[in-house]
């Protein structure tokens, strides 16, 4: 979408060159997040897990634990309210988790009982001191063998072990085949993969005689924290204080209650002290969340000119014992699978299964990764097959501007064509290339939040606040919460533009709930669209407020437009003639008889489909050299092509794009959750393998200038949804250097040494 | 174990810790001392956030007990600034957009450091290299990297002195 250069603002903030607000705090050691903070008389607790996979829960002693000399509290279930909660509490059979369960346990690490004591160590001793009576019950491990009719019941009641089913379809896929020349069907895994955030899951809770409980956490909304917590102690929402000002990383891993805030939570209020519990890193490994593993069958029909005519896909994906956030990603993965292609004809099929190993969730692309990887894995082999160009075939069937997906989202803004141009040129400059490497690349688009109200807010989704001083310094009180992805920073450009001050002018409040006004929070990339758009409407809120006074004390003419930027208030015609923002914020407080300037924003999305309200479209290239004795894969170079709308934080963009880049890459060829009876093998950073620098190729980016009507200055995600092409990218290219096709991800030594040795058996045999 | 009484000297700073012979650097650093810029990140020695300088040499403040540093110079990422003039690392990492979370920052600041003092004007590989057990889970290290080569360069010279 273009608009005309009269009526299109200059911008003087929005992507231009801004250190992140909070930089200093966290280059200086002074940022304190939940893991750093120390309350007097505070005391700390531990958990202890279950050993066991599957087990009732028979008795539990503390006795000899009690007795331990500064040991304060054993709590278990049966010391909580015993609520069944989850994250999707509009439908209350998928609140299916009690951080303490009361009957009994279903994977290795979930909480039985919590220790309060005066040190660490003599918290973890105790420990030892209690005696968990289990009866063991059978486990089941992998969906499959879990949907069995003689499979063990997990959750009472749930038949074969199905938790959630999703079905989405548009057009008529039957007939969609017939017209195919050309059909394809294959099977895919993608395991599982962990958040590893830096600053595993912590929390310091403090309840007070008045009844008030204030919790410092570790999350990535600390609204829905506030509101979960409330409802598993039956507290009033507004009784419950949550606090997230620095958050080490959240990927997708911590907007549902963990153990460390329950735990801390049920111990404070037993003793009237602050009590704080953070995990180890193997606690966060083996008791946290994981993203979901997925099991895929895919078929494509398509015509010789490849003209897409059909697609087919269903997924059986491995939910472990809970549902969290599991429930999304099981739709997501099947409304992304479909893109960012014109199937007229698709339909898919999601099936989440119960086992008894750590539940799976939510995890930086939202079950896209995975249908990516299938997908465009896929596409490569028919244009192959076909003698397509891959690229070609590929936009001949893309996204564009003004794109309705049939029934589920419409798509205003698409840089998808210009990307594909950018990607053919960069690997034609490559040319030839020496054996055992191999380039791939795989597209891709995502959401800008999401419209779905699983979790059944009555608020806007995102809400503003805005104050002027007197001294024209402003405070932003935004619910966003800051994880590291620079939501600060970006809500402070968006306010500081639209103001017409500067970002140092702007003070953030957010991550504080008993300080900010309710927001979703920082999941599905919404925050930039949607707190975005309702900083901007508190801040042009205040601006027309200030704006009448200065009408009123110029004496215009009503057809003139005055505008404020770099803190100076003038005629847009005529810029020189004008006053300081700071003279007319004086002003203005002495017509309203003193009042602050205040403006309100808030933003929920309407009338934009099922899904969101804007997509970003994004290609990802990768060059590999393989080692075909070994199997070792070597990232050598990568080419980004992304449209993310408007940029707002230049140097956020990139930071962003290229952490995408290095977690997806890692879940492409190197982080592995292998499972045995329901234990995973390798909970430490020596054994679970991610990209470490010298791992890294250089990672050059293409903007593709797009505008996005429904976002904040025509901004919209960037940093979730460039975390789905690259395991697909990684998987092309090897199939370009050996030809050979890699169906399970991540994509291991061994199966690469595998699939050569097969490709030459069979050619053997061919010969 | 009969506890023991060292002297860390922490960003010129002497303190005098009463501590159980097992506590490790970083215990001594973020618990007894009670400066949490340098944080925990695993168990295992494996992921760098710990890292601080013992004398001119970054260390894994999880790999070492306090009492081996007693009596020995120790700079925390509190100390690289002077009275809230930041050094050139810091600054290069605000440039760079060199962090995001922050939680791995401490580490990768007190290890690039290190690498500097050692080498002043490393190859990309080298900064690769010695930030190769450092993980930072947010940006990919490119950034990390681009801020070190910029203090190599000298970009922040003239401020600095």
């Given at each position: 979408m273009t608009t005309t250069s009269l009526a299109k603002e200059k911008l003087h903030v929005i992507n231009t060159h801004v250190h992140n607000i909070d930089g200093i705090a966290k280059v200086t050691g002074r940022a304190t997040y939940s893991f750093d903070v120390k309350l007097p008389g505070m005391l700390y607790g531990k958990i202890l897990r279950s050993p066991h996979p599957h087990a009732k829960i028979i008795n539990i002693d503390a006795s000899k634990a009690l007795a331990l000399h500064g040991v304060k509290a054993v709590v278990t279930g049966k010391d909580t309210l015993g609520v069944k909660q989850g994250i999707w509490r509009r439908y209350s059979e998928l609140c299916d988790e009690q951080i303490l369960p009361v009957e009994k346990v279903r994977y290795i690490g979930e909480p039985v009982a919590a220790v309060a004591a005066i040190t660490e160590e003599i918290a973890e001793a105790a420990l030892d001191l209690i005696e968990v009576e289990y009866e063991v019950l059978e486990g089941v491990y992998e969906p499959y063998e879990a949907m069995k009719k003689e499979a063990p019941e997990i959750h009472e009641g749930v038949e074969r072990n199905i938790n959630v089913t999703r079905h989405i379809e548009w057009g008529d896929v039957e007939t969609g085949f017939e017209q195919a020349d050309y059909i394809r069907e294959d099977h895919f895994f993608c395991g599982g993969q962990a958040h590893m955030c830096m600053e595993t899951r912590s929390a310091v809770a403090s309840y007070t005689p008045e009844g008030k409980l204030t919790i410092y956490h570790s999350n990535q909304s600390a609204y829905y924290m506030q509101a979960l917590m409330a409802g598993v102690l039956g507290m009033?929402?507004?009784n419950v204080r949550v606090i997230a000002?620095?958050?080490?990383?959240?990927?997708?891993?911590?907007f549902e209650l963990d153990g460390a805030i329950f735990t801390s939570c049920i111990l404070s209020m037993k003793l009237h002290r602050p009590v704080k519990v953070i995990y180890t890193r193997e606690e966060d490994f083996i008791a946290t969340k994981r993203r979901t593993p997925m099991h895929y069958w895919v078929r494509t029909g398509i015509k010789k000119d490849g003209t897409f005519c059909a697609r087919e896909a269903r997924v059986v994906s491995n939910g472990g014992a809970y549902t969290g956030m599991g429930a999304t990603a099981l739709y997501l993965t099947g409304f992304f699978h479909s893109f960012p292609y014109r199937w007229e004809n698709y339909r898919y099929d999601g099936y989440r299964v119960y086992t008894n190993t750590l539940p799976s969730t939510s995890m930086r692309g939202f079950g896209a990764p995975q249908a990516m990887f299938c997908s465009e894995q896929q596409l490569e082999w028919i244009a192959a097959d076909l003698g397509l160009d891959p690229i070609e075939m590929r936009r001949k069937n893309g996204h564009y501007a003004g794109y309705e997906v049939p029934g589920q989202a419409f798509i205003a803004s698409c840089g998808l064509d210009e990307a594909f141009t950018v990607m053919k040129e960069w690997i034609a400059k490559k040319g030839k290339l020496p054996a055992n490497r191999g380039i791939g690349f795989s597209a891709a688009g995502f959401m800008s939040g999401g419209i779905f109200n699983w979790f059944d807010t009555p608020y806007s989704f995102s809400s503003a606040v805005v104050t002027i001083n007197q001294d024209a310094t402003v405070e932003l009180h935004i619910g966003a919460t800051e994880i590291g992805q620079g939501s600060n920073t970006t809500m402070a450009i968006i306010a500081a533009e639209t103001l017409g001050v500067k970002v140092e002018d702007i003070k953030v409040h957010s991550g504080d709930t008993d300080h900010c006004p309710a927001d979703l929070g920082a999941w599905g990339s919404r925050q930039t669209l949607m707190t975005g758009n309702a900083t901007k409407r508190a801040c042009e809120d205040a601006k027309a407020q200030l704006l009448e006074f200065a009408y009123a004390k110029m004496g215009l003419n009503i057809v003139y437009d005055l505008d404020i930027k770099d803190r100076w208030v003038h005629i847009v015609a005529r810029p020189e003639r004008g006053m300081p923002f700071d003279e007319l914020v004086t002003i203005a407080l002495r017509g309203k008889d003193g009042q602050r300037i205040i403006g309100r924003g808030f933003y929920t999305p309407h009338r934009k489909g099922m899904i969101s309200p804007a997509y970003s479209y994004m290609l990802q290239g990768v060059e590999v050299d393989i080692d075909p004795e070994t199997g070792k894969i070597e990232l050598l170079d990568s080419l980004t092509a992304h449209d993310c709308g408007q940029p707002i934080n230049h140097l956020g963009l990139i930071g962003q794009l290229e952490g995408a880049f290095s977690m997806a890459a890692g879940y492409g060829y190197l982080e592995y959750m292998p499972y045995e009876d329901g234990k995973l093998m390798n909970p430490n950073l020596v054994d679970y393998k991610m990209i470490r620098a010298t791992e890294m190729p250089e990672t050059p980016i293409h903007d593709i200038d797009t505008y996005e009507p429904e976002g904040p200055y025509g901004a919209k995600e960037a940093g979730e949804g460039l975390t789905n092409p690259t395991a697909a990218a990684i998987g092309n290219a090897i199939f370009h250097a050996l030809g050979v096709q890699m169906k399970e991800c991540p994509i291991r030594p061994h199966m690469i040494v595998d699939a050569l040795k097969e490709k030459a058996e069979k050619e053997k045999a061919g010969k | 174990m009969e506890k023991k009484i060292i002297t860390l000297r922490v960003n010129k700073q002497d303190y005098e810790l009463y501590i159980n012979p097992k506590t490790l650097l970083v215990e001594a650093i973020r618990d007894y001392i009670g400066l949490t810029g340098t944080k925990r990140g695993c168990e295992t020695v494996s992921c760098g956030a710990c890292s601080v300088l013992v004398g001119d040499l970054a260390v894994k403040a999880c790999s070492v007990l306090a009492m081996q540093c007693d009596g020995m110079e120790i700079t925390t990422s509190e100390g690289l600034e002077d009275n809230g003039k930041l050094a050139p690392i810091q600054k290069a990492f605000l440039d760079e957009g060199a962090y995001q979370c922050g939680f791995c920052t401490s580490g990768m600041l007190m290890t690039t450091s290190g690498l500097l003092k050692e080498n002043a004007n490393p190859t990309k590989q080298e900064v690769k290299e010695a930030i190769e057990g450092n993980i930072c889970r947010c940006t990919g290290y490119n950034s990390i990297v681009r801020a070190v080569e910029r203090v190599a360069k000298g970009m922040y010279k003239e401020e600095s002195l």
């Amino acid at each position: 979408m273009t608009t005309t250069s009269l009526a299109k603002e200059k911008l003087h903030v929005i992507n231009t060159h801004v250190h992140n607000i909070d930089g200093i705090a966290k280059v200086t050691g002074r940022a304190t997040y939940s893991f750093d903070v120390k309350l007097p008389g505070m005391l700390y607790g531990k958990i202890l897990r279950s050993p066991h996979p599957h087990a009732k829960i028979i008795n539990i002693d503390a006795s000899k634990a009690l007795a331990l000399h500064g040991v304060k509290a054993v709590v278990t279930g049966k010391d909580t309210l015993g609520v069944k909660q989850g994250i999707w509490r509009r439908y209350s059979e998928l609140c299916d988790e009690q951080i303490l369960p009361v009957e009994k346990v279903r994977y290795i690490g979930e909480p039985v009982a919590a220790v309060a004591a005066i040190t660490e160590e003599i918290a973890e001793a105790a420990l030892d001191l209690i005696e968990v009576e289990y009866e063991v019950l059978e486990g089941v491990y992998e969906p499959y063998e879990a949907m069995k009719k003689e499979a063990p019941e997990i959750h009472e009641g749930v038949e074969r072990n199905i938790n959630v089913t999703r079905h989405i379809e548009w057009g008529d896929v039957e007939t969609g085949f017939e017209q195919a020349d050309y059909i394809r069907e294959d099977h895919f895994f993608c395991g599982g993969q962990a958040h590893m955030c830096m600053e595993t899951r912590s929390a310091v809770a403090s309840y007070t005689p008045e009844g008030k409980l204030t919790i410092y956490h570790s999350n990535q909304s600390a609204y829905y924290m506030q509101a979960l917590m409330a409802g598993v102690l039956g507290m009033k929402e507004g009784n419950v204080r949550v606090i997230a000002q620095y958050v080490g990383g959240g990927f997708g891993g911590k907007f549902e209650l963990d153990g460390a805030i329950f735990t801390s939570c049920i111990l404070s209020m037993k003793l009237h002290r602050p009590v704080k519990v953070i995990y180890t890193r193997e606690e966060d490994f083996i008791a946290t969340k994981r993203r979901t593993p997925m099991h895929y069958w895919v078929r494509t029909g398509i015509k010789k000119d490849g003209t897409f005519c059909a697609r087919e896909a269903r997924v059986v994906s491995n939910g472990g014992a809970y549902t969290g956030m599991g429930a999304t990603a099981l739709y997501l993965t099947g409304f992304f699978h479909s893109f960012p292609y014109r199937w007229e004809n698709y339909r898919y099929d999601g099936y989440r299964v119960y086992t008894n190993t750590l539940p799976s969730t939510s995890m930086r692309g939202f079950g896209a990764p995975q249908a990516m990887f299938c997908s465009e894995q896929q596409l490569e082999w028919i244009a192959a097959d076909l003698g397509l160009d891959p690229i070609e075939m590929r936009r001949k069937n893309g996204h564009y501007a003004g794109y309705e997906v049939p029934g589920q989202a419409f798509i205003a803004s698409c840089g998808l064509d210009e990307a594909f141009t950018v990607m053919k040129e960069w690997i034609a400059k490559k040319g030839k290339l020496p054996a055992n490497r191999g380039i791939g690349f795989s597209a891709a688009g995502f959401m800008s939040g999401g419209i779905f109200n699983w979790f059944d807010t009555p608020y806007s989704f995102s809400s503003a606040v805005v104050t002027i001083n007197q001294d024209a310094t402003v405070e932003l009180h935004i619910g966003a919460t800051e994880i590291g992805q620079g939501s600060n920073t970006t809500m402070a450009i968006i306010a500081a533009e639209t103001l017409g001050v500067k970002v140092e002018d702007i003070k953030v409040h957010s991550g504080d709930t008993d300080h900010c006004p309710a927001d979703l929070g920082a999941w599905g990339s919404r925050q930039t669209l949607m707190t975005g758009n309702a900083t901007k409407r508190a801040c042009e809120d205040a601006k027309a407020q200030l704006l009448e006074f200065a009408y009123a004390k110029m004496g215009l003419n009503i057809v003139y437009d005055l505008d404020i930027k770099d803190r100076w208030v003038h005629i847009v015609a005529r810029p020189e003639r004008g006053m300081p923002f700071d003279e007319l914020v004086t002003i203005a407080l002495r017509g309203k008889d003193g009042q602050r300037i205040i403006g309100r924003g808030f933003y929920t999305p309407h009338r934009k489909g099922m899904i969101s309200p804007a997509y970003s479209y994004m290609l990802q290239g990768v060059e590999v050299d393989i080692d075909p004795e070994t199997g070792k894969i070597e990232l050598l170079d990568s080419l980004t092509a992304h449209d993310c709308g408007q940029p707002i934080n230049h140097l956020g963009l990139i930071g962003q794009l290229e952490g995408a880049f290095s977690m997806a890459a890692g879940y492409g060829y190197l982080e592995y959750m292998p499972y045995e009876d329901g234990k995973l093998m390798n909970p430490n950073l020596v054994d679970y393998k991610m990209i470490r620098a010298t791992e890294m190729p250089e990672t050059p980016i293409h903007d593709i200038d797009t505008y996005e009507p429904e976002g904040p200055y025509g901004a919209k995600e960037a940093g979730e949804g460039l975390t789905n092409p690259t395991a697909a990218a990684i998987g092309n290219a090897i199939f370009h250097a050996l030809g050979v096709q890699m169906k399970e991800c991540p994509i291991r030594p061994h199966m690469i040494v595998d699939a050569l040795k097969e490709k030459a058996e069979k050619e053997k045999a061919g010969k | 174990m009969e506890k023991k009484i060292i002297t860390l000297r922490v960003n010129k700073q002497d303190y005098e810790l009463y501590i159980n012979p097992k506590t490790l650097l970083v215990e001594a650093i973020r618990d007894y001392i009670g400066l949490t810029g340098t944080k925990r990140g695993c168990e295992t020695v494996s992921c760098g956030a710990c890292s601080v300088l013992v004398g001119d040499l970054a260390v894994k403040a999880c790999s070492v007990l306090a009492m081996q540093c007693d009596g020995m110079e120790i700079t925390t990422s509190e100390g690289l600034e002077d009275n809230g003039k930041l050094a050139p690392i810091q600054k290069a990492f605000l440039d760079e957009g060199a962090y995001q979370c922050g939680f791995c920052t401490s580490g990768m600041l007190m290890t690039t450091s290190g690498l500097l003092k050692e080498n002043a004007n490393p190859t990309k590989q080298e900064v690769k290299e010695a930030i190769e057990g450092n993980i930072c889970r947010c940006t990919g290290y490119n950034s990390i990297v681009r801020a070190v080569e910029r203090v190599a360069k000298g970009m922040y010279k003239e401020e600095s002195l």
